[in-house]
């Protein structure tokens, strides 16, 4: 495995983390009657309705500012938390090849269930490409969508320009079992390394660390493996909520912000109504390192026609 696919399968497991030091947010939680093994859903707030997905490995509280922000702004806030990632059992999410994609259908339940009228949902890193998945397969449920630092299709950073997913498979297998078999004694130093590169501030990189540690290791590998081989741009012509992304230069990334720009033209080109951002003096964790920038970005998004 190069140096390129082992940082990739490092941060695979710091993807999307928790947040100790964040404001409280002044509201009462609610856990609503919706049973499942997949995912637990807690509600704050009152107003029209935002579902805040987090990412790999991640707890809700990442959401602990923008949760803040948004009750604030007269929303109420959904927030998932996957089984199997940041300490909660991983449920059914314990077999199969497929992590993120029945998570998307299960949210889509939710949804319904719910009654919720089009909510605005916003998902980060493997949270964003969830919701990639939700607004593609269940157009009629979403009212807008934020990808927060994630393309539609991991496996284009680990093979040649237009390759497919049956040929970075063999890739994703590899880093699959390699996170898979972590040893106990270095699984800190691993997280430590790849979080220093996704939050700038570090004064917030401790909790991340902690709930990569807490984390089902082999959902995570499956998650990853998905993510990889997993091609999501056929179906972003599906998508009818208008969509914004927003994504960084990664720390340490051979690319110029130009060439990354083009990169994401490129990834995005068929999806209708969309905006791309490119967000400066952040890393992958925008919300913590840029939140002034990202809150205003969430609340045009929310604004948008």
């Known amino acids: 495995m190069n140096r390129r696919h082992l940082l990739l399968s490092s941060l695979a497991l710091t993807g999307g983390l928790t947040l100790t030091a964040c404001a409280s947010v002044p509201a009462a939680v609610v856990t609503p009657a919706f049973a499942s093994d997949r995912i637990g859903v807690s509600v704050e707030g009152a107003g029209p309705d935002v579902i805040l997905i987090p990412g790999l490995s991640s707890h809700p509280v990442i959401w602990d500012t923008t949760a803040a922000h948004l009750i604030a702004t007269g929303h109420r806030v959904h927030r998932v938390w996957v089984s199997g990632f940041a300490g909660r059992p991983a449920g059914t ?109 570090e004064s917030l990189r401790e909790g991340p660390i902690q709930n990569t540690l807490d984390s089902d290791y082999d959902v995570v590998a499956r998650s990853f493996h998905e993510l990889i081989v997993t091609d999501l741009r056929p179906e972003l012509a599906n998508i009818t909520a208008p969509t914004t992304v927003l994504y960084v230069t990664p720390t ?46 969430v609340d045009a998004f929310l604004s948008t026609e």
């Open 93 to 201: 999410n314990a077999a199969g090849d497929q992590v993120g994609q029945p998570v998307a259908d299960e949210i889509a339940r939710y949804i319904r269930e719910q009654n919720l009228d089009h909510p605005a949902v916003i998902g980060h890193s493997m949270g964003g490409w969830m919701g990639l998945v939700l607004a593609a397969r269940h157009p009629e449920l979403v009212g807008r969508l934020m990808v927060v630092d994630m393309m539609p299709f991991m496996g284009a950073m680990f093979g040649p320009p237009g390759a497919t997913p049956d040929q970075v498979r063999p890739v994703a297998e590899q880093i699959r079992e390699s996170i898979r078999s972590v040893p106990l004694d270095q699984r800190r130093l691993r997280a430590e390394q790849t979080i220093a590169g996704m939050i700038r501030t």
């Open 252 to 297: 340490g990334a051979p690319l110029t912000d130009q060439q990354l720009d083009v990169f994401y033209q490129l990834s995005y080109e068929t999806l209708p109504n969309h905006r791309l951002v490119r967000i400066p003096d952040a890393a992958h964790f925008i919300m913590f390192d840029n939140p002034t920038r990202f809150f205003t970005e």
